[in-house]
């Protein structure tokens, strides 16, 4: 069957985001057979326009459910977790641990802490993984765009032309702890999903 006949892969992809809704199944067959129907009446570009533009409909409807809503808030506070727990602890351990280096130690607590979230929180949203890992990576983003904006807006402020060493490095070592943080983060989710999804053991 033609690529054109088939409803966007793309819309199906958001639209599975929020799989554990009740209704999805019904919505996603109602769309499919609506689409068709456009199809044959009007051709595949008005068909696949009109579902973008009903995916997304059913998405900001999706989006104000209280399920979802609980999503939003965890993936904020997990990133909250993410950016302060981290340092705090290495602080607090760093007497114990003060051979090693203080990079190393950071990025081992870094990846402690965003796997330990990413088990856990998809254990309590069981069923909304995606939108969870999502969310975690969308509001990391937001956070890593706030920190450059107040970095380049004080680094202008200060009117000096000249770069120090710890200049040239901090942008990356900020992308390397957003990438960290996304990639721990969304290997814990999927091992848990990935391991929830195993048949039980008789």
């Known amino acids: 069957m033609p690529e054109s006949t088939n409803p966007p892969k793309g819309a199906h992809l958001l639209l599975s985001l929020f799989r554990s809704e009740p209704d999805l199944p019904q919505i ?4 499919s057979e609506e689409f068709h ?4 009446a009007s051709g595949p570009h008005t068909a696949r326009r ?4 009903e995916v997304f409909r059913n998405l900001w409807v999706f989006t104000k459910r209280p399920r979802s809503i609980q999503v939003f808030a ?13 340092p705090l602890s290495m602080g607090l351990m760093r007497n114990k641990l003060s051979l090693m280096p203080r990079g190393l130690l950071l990025v081992l607590f870094q990846v402690a ?4 979230l990413g088990v856990l929180m998809s254990l309590m949203l069981r069923g909304r993984e995606s939108l969870l890992r999502l969310t975690f990576a969308g509001f ?12 380049l807006q004080h680094s202008t402020m200060a ?9 040239l490095f901090w942008p990356g070592q900020l992308f390397s702890r957003f990438f960290c943080a996304v990639i721990v983060f969304w290997i814990g989710s999927l091992w848990m999903e990935w391991r929830r999804r195993q ?3 008789v």
Do not use: K, M, N
């Not at 996603?28 to 769309?31: F, P, S, T």
């Not at 802490?113 to 330990?116: E, M």
């Not at 990391?140 to 970095?151: K, Q, R």
């Open 28 to 31: 996603e067959g109602d769309l």
């Open 37 to 40: 129907q456009h199809l044959l």
């Open 50 to 53: 009109w579902y973008w533009r």
């Open 74 to 86: 965890v993936g904020a506070l997990c990133v909250a977790i993410f950016r302060f727990a981290p």
């Open 113 to 116: 802490f965003g796997l330990a």
């Open 140 to 151: 990391s983003a937001i956070w890593l765009a706030h920190t450059i904006g107040y970095w």
């Open 159 to 167: 009117g000096s032309f000249t770069l120090s060493l710890r200049d």
């Open 199 to 201: 048949p039980a053991a």
